[in-house]
């Protein structure tokens, strides 16, 4: 069974570059611009996996994480952040609110992979 | 393969990341306190350079990324923003999207030298706002020098009467800058009448402290004055204005014309502050002072724990807390408008292209299924094509409307230009723009930037005087530059005015006759001497300059809008401005047609063109037959035969019936031998050798599977009117013989 991930971030390339990467090993690609936008495309639907950028406009990552720990179907799904934000007060924040793992861009290829099969939900 | 599909999307984000940082930055220059752009510049920012990391493009991220910095520290209050700082950062963004333009001609391309040491000079300027640097900004040190004043609060923060509430406390220095604080007041009661003043001693120190050179006073004052707005009560106390503290609170009765008044304003202004100076409830000064406070406190608080500008205004009681929250209800609605606006899908022009193409196919497969099914005689198979082709017809409609784009976008890009050769040129100008969200076909919009930069640039350059010369004119000095578009009868309009100068008609019919474009006798009207322009080498401005009077250009812009099938006039009042008026037609792929045949061809002409169809009796086809015109209803109808214009040799029919069309105000008729009615004409283009044909502008396929021509309507009344002025020449001179 092909598994779901959702990915979340304002910029197109980069949600491109990911989809090549990811959907050349098989797994399947929800896409979102926003935090706002991808709890409108959470609903209802089951992800294995969810990948966020912090900087976003309309809803930020850290409370978009915030808000899909408040959503019973989503309340573990993992969540890693890529983002090219560095601050130790948002690393914490988003440790705190479950975050499983850190990226910082620019991503490597081999790297995304690894941390995408160690963490996707079976 | 991929990857360079990738970067393609990066290139065409980061433009569009870049536009929309533009239009933020130019939005700061008239509210540097907008937060909501701040933000939206330093996002743009962070995207491209996040995104230009991910395709190894260093030289992007190296320099975005202390534009970033920069743009953080003005996102936490810490550098304040400011117009050097914004031009600064215009040319930072003119910079990343020259060094994008870069990687999109050559994805592997070095910057060169001139390139690099434009980089270092804004790095360098860059520089002194990163961090590290003085922090003490000057508006700090303003804050500290500002007299607290510790007096008495006016009675409360609302007026209860009918009256205008002025609490006035002078600086300590008014006395010793010459200015006598009763003079004021007295020039007050001359605008209405002072009801009540009370004045507040509060401020007097004790004896052994107190300096007689200096003032004391404070006065609270009731005024009632018919007429008399916010303004002009600030406007009295203009030259002790920077040295007092005034507070002015509009009577009760006003509250409720405010609030109808902002609720009034247009949509698009959603900061607080202006639409609260919109409405006249608020002075510009006012709104000034408040912001400054603002940012001050966002210096002395954290970002969040600052208060808002609608407390400030409040507490400062320059505003009634209902016109805030008035304001504040209008301002959610406009941004919510805004944000609706925004959903959109991305599609790539080619897919869209090939709909059309695969739509325009149908249309032609569509017609020919009708003709069969009328031969038929079948009423059931009739009646399912004649389905068919209305909804041939909606899907059409609905193709074409994914290709129309609004023209504000192309319109918002003229406020920079006008900014940035205003400023070139050292003249006042600002920009007007109506009619923005009119649409028309993306390849139109495309391709009418180029004419109308020249047009604007134009207009600036030459049209509109300079400030000395406004104001012996009796004009503003501040020149405005207009571009205006409609739809008119099947076309769109697109205006780009001025209110400068205008056309000088002798110098340009004596330049024209000095380049032998005309002769002495001719006789011109005001429009075909302003058309002379266009001329190739036509210039009459006595100074070349580096935007335009070089005599190229004005024919550039009309055979690009020529080669749109559109056409170009200019009216023009001395004194008062010029106004050229580009007329375009809705759209180049697929319109409503009016088929019509003679001999054995077929001929299309637009539908929105067609005024009439009559028909040519006997009597006045003889009566015709030398002089090319008829009595239509008491007014000359010029017309012309396509029977001999395109040389049909066929036999003559029976009957003829003429054509009345009609482009930009002036009609024709076109005798042809039959008419066929309404049809779907998938435009095609013609073939280059046929580029140079006079009257036609492209043809099409009938159901049947033959070619029609479709007709040039606005070159053939051209030749219509032409022919039938050189006649009415001809017989004047023959007269004159006589």
Known sequence: MTKTIMLVDDSDSLRHLV?????GEGYGLIEACDGCDALSKLNGRKVHLIISDINMPNMDGLTFVKAVRNLPDHKFAPIIMLTTNHHEASRKEAREAGVKAWMVKPFDKLQLLEMVSRFAMP | MELDQALQTFIVESRELLEAMEESLLGLESSPDDHDAINAIFRAAHTIKGSGGLFGLDGIVAFTHVVENVLDRVRSGEVPINGDLIALLLSCRDYIGMLVDQIAADSAAQPDKETEATGIMLLNQLRTYQAGEKKQSPISATAQSQPRMAVVPPPDGTVESDHWHISLRFGHDVLRNGMDPLAFIRYLDNMGKIIHVVTLPDAMP??????????????????????VDKTTIEGVFEFVRDDCTLRILPPHSRIEEYTRLINELPEDKIHLGELLVNSGSLTRKELDEALHLQQILRAEYSQEAAPKLGDILVEQRVVQPEL?????????LAKENKAQESKLIRIQADK???????????????????????????????????????????????ALQLRMVQIGETFNRFNRVVRDVSKDLGKDIGLSICGAETELDKSVVEKIGDPLMHLVRNSMDHGIEKAEVRRQRGKPAKGTVHLNAYHESGSIVVEVGDDGGGLNREKIFAKALEKGLITASQNLSDVEVYGLIFEAWFSTA?????????????????????ALRGTVEIDSREGIGTTVKIRLPLTLAIIDGFLMGVGSASYVVPLDMVMECIELDEAERRESRESNYINLRGTVLPFIRLRDHFRERSKVSRRENIVVVQYAGQKA?????????????VIKPLGKLFGNLKGISGSTILGSGEVALILDVPALIQRAASRDAQLLACSQAEQIVA
């Open chain 1, 19 to 23: 989809r090549i990467v990811l959907e």
């Open chain 2, 206 to 227: 004790l004896a052994p402290d107190m300096d007689p050179e200096s003032c004391y006073l404070g006065f609270e004052i009731d005024f009632h004055g018919d007429g």
């Open chain 2, 324 to 332: 805030v929250d008035a304001a504040l209800g209008k301002q959610k």
């Open chain 2, 352 to 398: 869209l292209d090939q709909l059309i193409n695969l739509v325009g196919e149908m249309v032609i497969a569509g017609a020919a299924t009708s003709l069969l099914a009328q031969r038929t005689c079948d009423p059931a198979l009739h009646e399912a094509t004649s389905t068919l082709s209305r909804l041939v017809e909606e899907i059409r409609d609905s």
């Open chain 2, 542 to 562: 006595e100074q070349v300059t580096n935007l335009s009077g070089r005599g190229v250009g004005m024919d550039v812009v009309r055979r690009n809008i020529e």
């Open chain 2, 669 to 681: 008729g076109l005798v042809v031998d039959e008419l066929m009615g309404e049809f779907q004409t």
